[in-house]
């Protein structure tokens, strides 16, 4: 059996290959950002030159997300990706993740990407209905940005995805594909028990840092009310479609 990288009361981490690691496959619904073929790189650019930072192990195609899913079989699963690869085999339902805050940087086109697609595959979605697009306000870029907070290039909101695993079916979630962790925050903010896995062991090292220095506040589980909206616990805003925290 595998020695986790990082063990809470609800959080497992393992740090590994998860093609290799068996673990995560014995989660009830999955819940993951796997390289899906966008060949990613971050870097900090001008007109004349551009820098890379940053990379996304595996991005080159589709490979790793089909080994998994083909791993994980036909129980639900909840998958992020892009246009510009196939969808998921089985995906039922396509959601969408709207980057409010998203910026053109510096590109020649008449468009600037805004949104990532989220795939739904298998039975069991619960919960109140939803429109199928999600908003979120946060930049991804800048020194406020999730990217500078995270140690990540491509991190996902905690709010984001405490919404998307508040419609998924009662189990153990997996993410076999951790990256800066957002799935094990959001999962375990909500009460969930959830197994990841990480390829590289400094994103282990930054899952680790930010589940031991973030209070578990217990308040989070209960329904929400005026008496607990000093909580921080983000509401999505039925008007503007927009994920928020409670002020008092």
């Known amino acids: 059996m595998t020695t986790p990288y990082y063990q809470d009361d609800l959080v497992t981490l393992y740090h590994g290959d998860s093609l290799e690691l068996t673990e995560w496959t014995a989660a009830d619904v999955l819940v993951t950002d796997p390289p899906y073929g966008v060949r990613y790189q971050s870097g900090s650019m001008t007109r004349a030159t551009r820098t890379l930072l940053a990379t996304v192990a595996g991005d080159e195609d589709t490979t790793a997300r089909d080994a998994a899913l083909a791993e994980w079989g036909a129980k639900p699963a909840m998958i992020f990706g892009g246009w510009r690869q196939p969808r998921p085999e089985g995906t039922r339902h396509?959601?969408?993740?709207?980057?409010?805050?998203?910026?053109?940087?510096?590109?020649?086109?008449?468009?600037?990407?805004?949104?990532?697609?989220?795939?739904?595959?298998?039975?069991?979605?619960?919960?109140?209905?939803?429109?199928?697009?999600?908003?979120t306000t946060q930049a991804q870029d800048g020194a406020q940005g999730l990217v500078a907070q995270t140690g990540h290039p491509t991190p996902k909101p905690v709010p984001l995805m405490e919404a998307l695993i508040s419609s998924c079916p009662p189990g153990v979630i997996a993410d076999p594909f951790a990256g800066s962790g957002a799935t094990l925050i959001a999962a375990?903010?909500?009460?969930?028990?959830?197994?990841?896995?990480?390829?590289?062991?400094?994103?282990?090292?930054?899952?680790?840092?930010?589940?031991?220095?973030?209070?578990?506040?217990?308040?989070?589980?209960?329904?929400?009310?005026?008496?607990?909206?000093?909580?921080?616990?983000?509401?999505?805003?039925?008007?503007?479609?927009?994920?928020?925290?409670?002020?008092?």
């Not at 940087?105 to 949104?115: C, D, E, I, L, M």
């Not at 009460?191 to 680790?208: D, F, N, S």
């Not at 607990?228 to 002020?247: A, I, M, N, Y």
């Open 94 to 135: 396509l959601l969408i993740w709207h980057k409010a805050a998203a910026k053109p940087g510096y590109r020649t086109s008449a468009w600037f990407p805004a949104h990532e697609e989220i795939y739904v595959l298998g039975d069991g979605w619960a919960g109140k209905p939803h429109q199928s697009v999600y908003t």
């Open 188 to 248: 375990r903010n909500l009460g969930r028990e959830v197994i990841g896995v990480e390829l590289e062991e400094r994103y282990c090292e930054g899952i680790a840092r930010r589940l031991s220095q973030q209070a578990f506040d217990f308040s989070a589980l209960e329904p929400i009310t005026p008496d607990v909206r000093s909580s921080g616990w983000p509401r999505h805003d039925d008007e503007t479609g927009l994920f928020k925290e409670w002020t008092p």
